[in-house]
């Protein structure tokens, strides 16, 4: 018997193409990627469910893929396949709401040092930034300074104005928006198709609307 896996964790975007809503911020990931002008942080800001750290993960397997860096990745070579499994040793995930003090900073701040195991780019995704604590902070700003070359930070947030100034001043930051109703049943209806499932239109309006514009909800 297969594992029962959540919608959202399924249909959840793999390429840039396949992010629903924020047309104009991946294009401007993917020309940078084309052209080779990458920063080494990022600071992706918006509201829930909107594909912060979807994007995070495509971003991380374009730098990394095996035939890249490259605005789309193959999705079938070991980086990619690590990547999109969360078993990449070099694509670390910290959720700074469990990991907020300096102590966890600190240690990252030693582990940037080394280089990656397999990857190209040792990636650190920061979900919910925000709630590093102020020392937290100073000690990530001196990192986030002076990187190695092979690191690249992508910090996500939903309350930007929560982070200090010095530290958005060092990021290339973009802002997602929620998605609208009409996006969201379209995207609903692909999901529905393809797991044939008999569903009324208005339900699926019902449910696009009180998703409040989150994909995840």
Do not use: W
């Amino acid at each position: 018997m297969e594992n029962f896996i959540v919608s959202a964790r399924k249909y959840r975007p793999a390429t840039f193409e396949s992010v629903v809503g924020q047309g104009s911020l991946t294009t401007t990931l993917k020309n940078a990627i084309k052209n080779k002008q990458l920063a080494h942080a990022y600071l992706f800001c918006g509201p829930r469910g909107t594909g912060k750290t979807s994007i995070a993960r495509i971003l991380a397997k374009a730098l990394n893929c095996e035939k890249g860096p490259t605005a789309n990745p193959c999705q079938a070579c070991h980086m990619c396949e690590s990547i999109t499994k969360g078993t990449n040793f070099d694509v670390i995930e910290i959720d700074a709401a469990s990991n907020r003090g300096i102590d966890s900073i600190r240690e990252l701040r030693e582990r940037v040092k080394l280089s990656p195991i397999q990857a190209r780019y040792k990636v650190y995704i920061i979900d919910e930034v925000h709630m590093l604590t102020g020392e937290a902070f100073n000690a990530l700003l001196k990192t986030i300074e002076e990187p190695p070359s092979h690191t690249v930070f992508i910090m996500a947030t939903t309350e930007a104005h929560k982070l200090p100034q010095t530290i958005i001043s060092r990021c290339q930051r973009f802002d997602f928006r929620k998605l609208t109703v009409s996006e969201l049943i379209k995207r609903l209806e692909g999901i529905v198709k393809k797991e044939g499932i008999n569903i009324e239109r208005e339900a699926i309006e019902l449910i696009a609307l009180n998703s409040e514009g989150s994909a995840r909800d």
